[in-house]
């Protein structure tokens, strides 16, 4: 009997959105998720979408990924260019630029996103919609207690301290900063998901760090992120924060880098235009002073509540250095902004501080 492929909770959402949105931009197609009808000679790892356009019905199967930056759709060309005896497969991602669909298209790559753009070139019909703008992210709804703001928190947790899954609930209560019955249904949800299992022994363990860390990252932005308080203000000068002295405000605000600046301080790489700063309290009229900062709602600097409690703080940042968030928090923030420019940091950043956390 054919089963559908394990998919992230988080890409079932993003696969039924994308089917949603194709069918209310056609007004009359429809997209629906099918089973998957494993074979080999047709890919099937995301899944398979059944199309109906003008009274024609066909099967093809999709790849699912919340962002495609430019590598992904250069990944995606060379696999498509060795694939032409096989259906074409169909990308499905959260949202693709104008820009991204002419290069896509002018490459023979079909897609779907979740604002309605599509693109689809096969024997029984030629489908094509782009210009539609980026959607209001959807928070979904809370029926996994591991996806709401406390699970996350939760999640996040388990993930940046070592070892944590495996000690008693109320050790992670503590890292965390929720309650321990949070931390029980939290962690129950995660075993009935598979992103946490139990060895024989009873000990806990993450059996798939690169799909746990995927879940919290796609979640991060609509689901935690979004509902942190957050304030804007505009600098003198995009790199005020590499001489800033945060010395004075670490002990009662610890002040933390995130997002662009704090890439660009842990690579190199990025010339940051924007500024993320966590805070566990709100900003003193002396910060705002010294750093040059006045309030503006479309400000280059953003200023977030911090989500972990102050006993939980990550201290992987030499106080010589300039102080910065987790790099699992970096990698989230790069590619919540799903900037192509970010998205090849993001990964880089996966690839050398993230990925190695498990041991």
């Keep these: 009997m054919a089963t559908r492929p394990a998919i992230a909770l988080s890409e079932q959402r993003l696969l039924d959105e994308a089917c949603a949105a194709f069918q209310r931009a056609s007004g009359r197609f429809k997209a629906k998720p099918v089973m998957a009808r494993a074979s080999s000679d047709r890919p099937v790892a995301g899944g398979e979408i059944r199309f109906d356009v003008s009274g024609k019905r066909f099967v093809l199967p999709c790849a699912l990924k919340e962002r495609i930056g430019e590598a992904a759709a250069v990944a995606t060309r060379r696999t498509r260019s060795s694939q032409r005896a096989n259906p074409p497969v169909v990308q499905v991602t959260r949202f693709?630029?104008?820009?991204?669909?002419?290069?896509?298209?002018a490459n023979g790559i079909p897609f779907l996103d979740t604002a309605g753009n599509a693109y689809l070139d096969v024997p029984e019909a030629t489908v094509m919609i782009t210009g539609r703008p980026r959607p209001a992210p959807v928070v979904p709804p809370g029926s996994a207690r591991s996806t709401t703001p406390k699970g996350l928190r939760v999640m996040y947790a388990i993930a940046t301290t070592p070892g944590l899954i495996a000690q008693p609930y109320r050790s992670?209560?503590?890292?965390?900063?929720v309650a321990l019955n949070t931390v029980n249904k939290a962690v129950d949800d995660l075993i009935a998901r598979g992103l946490v299992a139990e060895k024989k022994s009873g000990v806990r363990i993450v059996p798939d760090w690169k799909r746990f860390v995927s879940e919290?990252?796609?979640?991060?932005?609509?689901?935690?992120?979004?509902?942190?308080a957050s304030r804007r203000f505009a600098s003198a000068s995009p790199d005020w924060w590499q001489s800033f002295d945060f010395a004075p405000?670490?002990?009662a605000l610890d002040l933390r880098l995130g997002g662009e600046a704090a890439a660009q301080a842990l690579t190199h790489l990025l010339q940051a235009s924007k500024t993320t700063v966590y805070t566990q309290g709100p900003l003193p009229a002396q910060f705002m002073l010294a750093a040059r900062l006045r309030p503006d709602e479309r400000g280059d600097v953003e200023v977030l509540d911090a989500f972990w409690p102050r006993a939980a703080i990550y201290t992987g940042t030499?106080?010589?250095?300039?102080?910065?968030?987790h790099p699992l928090l970096i990698y989230a923030d790069l590619v919540a902004t799903g900037d192509s420019r970010n998205l090849s940091i993001a990964q880089q950043i996966y690839d050398e501080h993230v990925a190695p956390l498990q041991s």
Excluded: C, M, T
């Design 249 to 251: 405000f670490a002990k």
């Design 96 to 105: 693709v630029s104008p820009e991204l669909a002419l290069d896509l298209i």
């Design 318 to 325: 030499p106080p010589d250095q300039l102080p910065l968030v």
């Design 172 to 177: 992670i209560a503590g890292v965390s900063g």
């Design 216 to 228: 919290w990252v796609n979640l991060y932005p609509s689901q935690l992120r979004h509902k942190l």
